[in-house]
């Protein structure tokens, strides 16, 4: 099983959708978790940390199952601005690193 | 501006070449990575240096040997690389390794390597 597995898309959607993202991780140990967004041709940068009881960021929520070892991205009111490629983020085994899982493609049209 | 500077942004190098990646953070982190990003395949962990020691290592070929002079540099020599050595290699650093509570990691806009 890979460390972190993700549906590669790429998820079509118009304007205004709402769109989610899933994300499991191999790793029962591990603490943290993160969603990075990658735009064509640029670096990752950081979105959202993911806590434990779910958190929200403007049109953004992010949730957590540990049980199931599981990650959630919801984007509400999708914009043109949010085409971009959603990575889900887990921790290393010896917490010194971040690993990537291979990225969620999102293209939203108007 | 990116505070993580790589260079050179393009490379292209035989299979008997030495030629080395080089990042410059100016951020004051203590941590600093190398991963490698291939087409169709997830970022992938090469090395991690924390406080200029070498701390994750991920099976990564001898043909790549990186070398970590002080907190702020960070470099990635290349020797008898593959075709299959093509990507973009990304450096990033962070506060303390693993990112902290934050998670943030600070990337570099790449090297693209291509090997002929």
């Known amino acids: 099983r890979k460390e972190v597995e993700q549906d590669p898309g790429p998820f079509n959607v118009p304007e205004g959708a709402t769109v989610a993202f899933n994300c499991t991780y191999s790793?029962?140990?591990?603490?943290?978790f993160f969603w990075y967004r990658q735009d064509c041709r640029k670096e990752p940068k950081l979105l959202m940390s993911v806590y434990s009881s779910g958190n929200e960021d403007g049109r953004f929520t992010a949730q957590l199952n540990r049980a199931s070892q599981y990650i959630s991205l919801l984007i509400r009111d999708s914009k043109l601005s949010d085409s971009a490629t959603y990575l889900c983020v887990v921790n290393s085994q010896a917490g010194t690193a971040l690993i990537f899982g291979k990225g969620t493609t999102l293209s939203v049209s108007s | 501006e990116t505070g993580v500077t790589q260079t050179p942004r393009h490379l292209v190098m035989g299979m008997t070449n030495k030629k080395s990646l080089k990042c410059e953070q100016h951020?004051?982190?203590?941590?600093m990575y190398w991963y490698k990003q291939s087409a169709k395949k997830p970022l992938e962990l090469m090395f991690v240096?924390?406080?200029?020691?070498?701390?994750e290592n991920n099976s990564v070929p001898s043909r790549f040997s990186p070398e970590c002079p002080n907190s702020s540099h960070l470099f990635l020599h290349l020797h008898t690389l593959q075709p299959e050595d093509s990507a973009l290699y990304l450096c990033?650093?962070?506060?303390?390794?693993?990112?902290?509570?934050?998670?943030?990691?600070?990337f570099g806009e790449g090297s693209r390597l291509t090997v002929l």
């Open positions: 951020l004051g982190h203590n941590a």
């Open positions: 790793n029962s140990a591990s603490q943290s």
């Open positions: 240096y924390s406080l200029e020691e070498r701390v």
């Open positions: 990033a650093s962070s506060p303390i390794a693993g990112g902290g509570n934050t998670g943030e990691l600070f």
